[in-house]
């Protein structure tokens, strides 16, 4: 039990810091290549990243949650992973003929069907793509050694953090840097597959005896995997074309600066699936407890970085991009407040799946999607690229409203999060913030990040049974036994 703690804990911390650290450094490369390329250069490139990205699900057929589950049923069986590798192979070599043949039937210029061919190695390359590097993660996320993903994605966006400070001396700034954001994945993907084999004794068989019944089992998430990346990307694109390549440019620093701060749910929730799913295996309660811990947790951890955003983005997005980004800091105040919604969504659908009702993730996927074009072509005309983030986010929300009412039919049903205590605080926090805003930027990121928790812990949102079980993770009982103590007294 001791041992499968320590993995817990490490696990959880490795993604948060190794993964987080990853997605900074890939902020940072973002903030470089935006200020090198230029809005209306960065604008193609996001838009045509975009486009590949959704041409990339039509292989997914939503294999993971499925290989995931079924792996962690058995750690040592990777016959469902062999079995979904061989048919995202197959599908791959489709895609790409397909793909260029529609590319020409559509006359895409000649740059943009070079650019994308390019980004198409990121299927096969890429963590970010969650295609073939998705799959080969499983084993370390089902054996609780994330750590050793992190510390690969870390060499992803280091890589590419460095070949990025060498687009000043590129002719073809822009073609430089779609080579150096596709092949920067190349060392940590062959370093994937060499510690698969040495240190969990993986090697890859091409198989297809399970193919029939693992589509089976996917397709209900094959419509949602394809529809959710469909929801991520296409406002991108439409602004692009329904606006301006500037607008789009606009519009994708928002979505990159709020990015990074989806390592807490991935972290969270990449930890704890495998925790429930054997829980509830044994001890419902004890499953009910932890998903009620996660919900909270994901609740403070999207109100404060919302709140941080809420008061300094303009002056984030100006010392970050550049005044020629600047009017990007109102889509950032909206896409950092639509993660309140994004948290809840991300974790729910997961825990759809754990309960065998993936079906819902596509009812869910498709609702976001309509409500996003809808609310898309509505806004546009008037709000330009704002528009784009209003819709996003209500659809966010319209996602959430959808998935709440599924709650009340499963396990989770009486599983309750907001109360008094936490509007009492959030009020509280947004007040602080207000007042500390004539701060200077870093003063008021350091002021509100430590007072927002410490009005949660004085408030008791959480509960003793679950700051105890946070205590557990954070290893603060056997760290320091009196520390432990002590702040359990306080919160009593």
């Known amino acids: 039990m001791s041992t499968r703690s320590s993995r817990i804990t490490l696990n959880f911390t490795s993604i948060l810091l190794g993964r987080g650290v990853g997605l900074f450094l890939n902020l940072f490369a973002v903030i470089f290549a935006a200020r090198y390329l230029g809005v209306e250069n960065y604008g193609l490139f996001s838009a045509t990243l975009s486009m590949v990205y959704i041409l990339t699900k039509f292989i997914d057929f939503g294999f993971s949650p499925i290989v995931t589950r079924e792996t962690a049923k ?271 969504n991300f974790f729910t659908v997961e825990l759809l799946t754990v309960f065998s009702a993936q079906k819902k993730n596509f009812i869910f996927a498709l609702i976001l999607v309509v409500l996003d074009v809808g609310f898309f072509y509505l806004f546009y005309s008037e709000l330009d690229y704002l528009g784009a983030a209003v819709a996003r986010t209500l659809a966010t929300l319209g996602g959430a409203v959808f998935l709440w009412s599924m709650q009340q039919q499963k396990i989770f049903r009486k599983i309750k999060i907001l109360n008094f205590r936490f509007v009492i605080a959030a009020t509280l926090i947004l007040l602080v913030a207000l007042l500390l805003s004539t701060q200077n930027l870093v003063l008021y990121i350091l002021f509100v990040s430590i007072i927002s928790p410490l009005l949660f812990w004085m408030f008791k949102f959480l509960d003793k049974e679950e700051m105890e079980t946070l205590f557990n993770v954070f290893k603060i009982k056997k760290l320091s036994p009196f520390l432990y103590s002590t702040l359990m007294k306080i919160y009593h």
């Open 74 to 344: 058995d750690l040592n069986n990777y016959e469902y992973l062999n079995n979904a590798i061989s048919l995202r192979i197959i599908l791959f070599f489709l895609l790409l003929i397909i793909s260029n043949v529609s590319f020409q039937i559509f006359h895409l210029k000649k740059e943009e069907i070079v650019y994308s061919n390019i980004l198409f190695l990121n299927i096969i390359l890429s963590s970010r793509f969650l295609s073939f590097r998705e799959l080969l993660e499983i084993p370390f996320k089902v054996h609780l050694r994330m750590h050793i993903v992190a510390l690969l994605n870390f060499l992803d966006n280091f890589l590419l953090l460095i070949l990025i400070l060498f687009i000043p001396y590129a002719n073809d700034k822009l073609l430089y840097y779609v080579v150096s954001f596709s092949l920067a994945n190349l060392p940590g993907f062959i370093g994937l597959l060499i510690i698969l084999k040495k240190k969990l004794n993986y090697h890859f068989q091409f198989q297809l005896n399970k193919k029939n019944w693992l589509i089976r089992q996917s397709i209900p998430l094959m419509g949602y995997v394809l529809l959710l990346s469909f929801f991520q990307q296409i406002d991108i694109v439409l602004t692009k074309h329904y606006i301006s390549e500037v607008a789009s440019g606009l519009y994708a620093v928002g979505i990159r600066l709020t990015q990074p701060f989806t390592v807490f749910p991935v972290a969270i929730v990449n930890t704890t699936i495998p925790l429930i799913v054997s829980a509830n295996k044994n001890d419902s309660k004890n499953a009910k407890h932890i998903i009620r811990l996660v919900y909270k947790l994901l609740l403070l951890l999207s109100f404060i970085t919302a709140t941080v955003f809420s008061f300094k983005a303009k002056d984030l997005v100006l010392l970050l991009f550049g005044e020629s980004y600047l009017p990007a800091y109102k889509v950032v105040i909206i896409l950092a407040w639509s993660n309140l919604f994004l948290f809840y």
